[in-house]
């Protein structure tokens, strides 16, 4: 066989071969269009100690409500539309999953490092739910529950919490929207710590020092430039296997103080509104919440996964969430 027929040959094959993958990406990336556009109906699944949440058949969280090494509800296993994973798997994964504060940072959660002097964070007390006051129920485009958690300490109780829960399916992933009220019997007060407040641990890949980015509503960028500043909004994002896989942090204006953002690059990421000295060095702050008294938190969290190339207007989801 001649040398032209030889490389006329490879091209060919190298040109099939080319194809090939061009057309497995496009049908990837079909299905990824398709899904956000089908994938609507929300489920849930109550099992021994957590409630499996599920969009269109597709397993995107679950919301843990007892544990014996973490001492609070959270949620774990956050994942895409497609079924990508977005937090950190829990347990960390040995060889895969970078595993430091692996007790204290399960996938996603609320906790207050300082909580009339008790540590909730660092799980040196309990939030113990009670009850669901309204169980898990399907609506129109989403899901909601409501649970009742209360804050216990070296044998006291601090306060109750209401914790509202609601999953809304949006074209290009989901928004969780939690909103929580605070109450008691007696006085208490939320301290001042970097500590404090929702949090989330990114899965491993997404992690800055993965490849993955942290940029807020100011376009900073990365912990140097987003650690202990405020912002609307901030997100952690990546790309995984040609999809752009990002978590976005959304305080409510309606919150009694705009949050700082606790950002660190090996993957976590805290909406904190209490942190006034731990990120400012300036005064430090003291709610304190009076007797019979409500205090309210409320926070949006967006997961979503689009084709790398396009990427979402995070400012614009943004604008939608508050005028809810």
């Known amino acids: 066989m001649r040398r032209s027929q030889i490389r006329f040959l490879v091209e060919g094959l190298l040109f099939t071969v080319i194809a090939a993958i061009a057309s497995a990406n496009d049908a990837k990336d079909e299905a990824i269009k398709k899904g956000r556009k089908e994938t609507t109906a929300v489920s849930f699944q109550q099992g021994d100690g957590s409630l499996q949440i599920a969009i269109g058949g597709q397993p995107i969280a679950e919301y843990v409500l007892s544990d014996d090494k973490i001492l609070r509800p959270y949620f774990r296993h956050l994942r895409t539309l497609s079924g990508v994973l977005v937090t950190r798997n829990y347990p960390p994964v040995k060889g895969q999953d970078l595993d430091d504060h692996s007790a204290m940072h399960p996938g996603l959660w609320l906790a207050f490092g300082d909580l009339d002097g008790a540590d909730f964070w660092r799980n040196k007390g309990r939030v113990r739910q009670l009850r669901f006051i309204e169980q898990p129920k399907v609506e129109s485009g989403g899901g909601s529950f409501v649970v009742e958690n209360v804050y216990e300490a070296d044998g006291r109780t601090f306060c109750t919490e209401t914790c509202e829960i609601t999953i809304s399916v949006r074209p290009d992933g989901y928004l969780l929207d939690w909103r929580s009220t605070f109450q008691s019997k007696q006085d208490f007060t939320f301290g001042d710590q970097e500590e404090m407040g929702l949090g989330v641990r990114v899965a491993t890949p997404l992690a800055v020092d993965k490849g993955g980015e942290i940029i807020d509503s100011e376009n900073r960028k990365n912990g140097s430039q987003v650690w202990g500043k405020q912002a609307d909004w901030c997100q952690y994002s990546g790309v ?47 709610v304190s919440v009076k007797q019979g008294d409500k205090f309210s938190l409320r926070f949006g969290v967006l997961v979503y996964g689009v084709p790398a190339e396009s990427p979402l207007d995070i400012a614009d989801l943004y604008r939608k969430y508050i005028e809810k």
């Open 240 to 286: 995984v296997d040609r999809q752009r896989i990002g978590i976005v942090m959304m305080p409510a204006p309606t919150n009694f103080r705009r949050s700082w953002f606790h950002a660190r690059d090996y993957g976590l990421l805290v909406a904190n509104p209490f942190g006034q000295n731990a990120f400012t060095k300036g005064e430090k702050s003291k």
